[in-house]
């Protein structure tokens, strides 16, 4: 038996690995663990067999035997201590890239989101440019702190860890905004989370879901 | 040698427990955890000594010998997996725990401290009334979520965990909103950790340094 992951059926992000699956395909990616997915609509999600499964009707969830899981945070850190290559074997290094995991989720992640969502959902309203501004304003300050931390290290503390797979991913979700750009070494940081091989694969395989759900 | 955590000197929620370092003190007094409380000004919290333990300048830190945590997620859950009492000793119960901490902390927190802020710092913008609304309906939606997933029972899966405490923590911080008290049983829910002893006992701690502060 593999495990199962659920994904987009059609993700709205148009196949560019911004989807919350995509930090569990590629935590399965780095620690070679093969997998099965499951593609749910927007629909189906809402429904009760996978509201069995997640709670709050969302994407990703993991399945494998008797355990059933739902965020993606929880999803990455339970392969990462239960396979090597996600966490260092010395047990502060250990709690720290853990550390990093909750920073990149409750810390930097809900700033970039609110963002996100601003820009798709407000455009339309009075308050939109001012906003966006105060909103820029509030992810630039998570920004340059996790710059001065980073300090032109290649990752956040020694070597890649399941701290910086969350981290990269919440960082990608700022590529439409261009704000990543204006901190040419973060950009570069993702860009060396991009180019390692267990990301390129499993960012083949979500798009390659989207890809034929296109054509369909 | 006993750990060591940051508070803020001067809480902003002057006393009621909102802050984040309540969490790590609930977290202790539920392991039985003695520990010392170092307090920092926000002139302080922005220093290179503090920015060293917590890299975004924020409150709580966690020091015990060579290891220094930040996020309040991180803190707890490296308590829960060194001490008995806050996840389950079944390796999959204690994976659905720790989901229930990522859940409280990247599901639920972040709208809930969305609609927080607004109330506090938009409350004069031409856009606060509905804004207000928007970001109401979409805390509604999450606690209808967790009420029907809670369906009556006393805590999320089975016994008390630290998802439960991270939760109650975060619904906490609607008690000024009103919202919480929609949902009679999240009510219940979050009634019962604030009744548990270590939650008292870690409420009054906290307590004591506003008291203290406000008198001198």
Same mark, same amino acid.
């Not at 935590?27 to 629909?43: I, K, M, N």
């Not at 929880?74 to 550390?99: F, K, M, T, Y």
């Given at each position: 038996?593999?495990?199962?992951?659920?994904?987009?059926?059609?993700?709205?992000?148009?196949?560019?690995?911004?989807?919350?699956?995509?930090?569990?395909?590629?935590?399965?990616?780095?620690?070679?663990?093969?997998?099965?997915?499951?593609?749910?609509?927007?629909?189906?999600?809402?429904?009760?067999?996978?509201?069995?499964?997640?709670?709050?009707?969302?994407?990703?969830?993991?399945?494998?035997? @008797?355990? &059933?899981?739902?965020? !993606?945070? *929880? +999803?990455?850190?339970?392969? %990462?201590?239960?396979?090597?290559?996600?966490? $260092? @074997?010395? &047990?502060?290094?250990? !709690?720290? *890239? +853990?550390?990093?995991?909750? %920073?990149?989720?409750?810390?930097?992640?809900? $700033?970039?989101?609110?963002?996100?969502?601003?820009?798709?959902?407000?455009?339309?309203?009075?308050?939109?440019?001012?906003?966006?501004?105060?909103?820029?304003?509030?992810?630039?300050?998570?920004?340059?702190?996790?710059?001065?931390?980073?300090?032109?290290?290649?990752?956040?503390?020694?070597?890649?860890?399941?701290?910086?797979?969350?981290?990269?991913?919440?960082?990608?979700?700022?590529?439409?905004?261009?704000?990543?750009?204006?901190?040419?070494?973060?950009?570069?940081?993702?860009?060396?989370?991009?180019?390692?091989?267990?990301?390129?694969?499993?960012?083949?395989?979500?798009?390659?879901?989207?890809?034929?759900?296109?054509?369909?």
């Amino acid at each position: 038996m593999i495990p199962t992951i659920t994904a987009f059926a059609n993700s709205p992000d148009r196949g560019r690995g911004q989807a919350r699956d995509m930090r569990v395909r590629w935590a399965l990616e780095e620690v070679g663990q093969p997998y099965d997915v499951r593609l749910v609509s927007f629909a189906e999600m809402k429904q009760p067999a996978h509201l069995a499964v997640h709670p709050f009707g969302q994407i990703p969830t993991y399945e494998d035997g @008797d355990l &059933a899981l739902f965020e !993606s945070g *929880a +999803i990455v850190l339970h392969l %990462a201590e239960r396979h090597a290559g996600l966490l $260092p @074997d010395d &047990a502060n290094a250990r !709690s720290r *890239a +853990i550390a990093w995991m909750f %920073a990149a989720l409750n810390t930097l992640e809900p $700033p970039i989101v609110e963002l996100g969502m601003a820009t798709m959902f407000e455009r339309d309203r009075s308050w939109f440019a001012e906003r966006l501004a105060m909103l820029g304003d509030r992810v630039r300050t998570r920004l340059g702190e996790l710059s001065r931390r980073l300090g032109g290290a290649d990752w956040l503390d020694g070597a890649f860890s399941a701290g910086d797979l969350m981290m990269v991913t919440v960082l990608r979700r700022l590529h439409i905004s261009g704000l990543l750009d204006e901190y040419p070494d973060l950009s570069a940081y993702a860009a060396r989370g991009e180019a390692r091989p267990a990301f390129r694969r499993a960012f083949d395989a979500q798009l390659a879901v989207f890809t034929a759900a296109s054509r369909s």
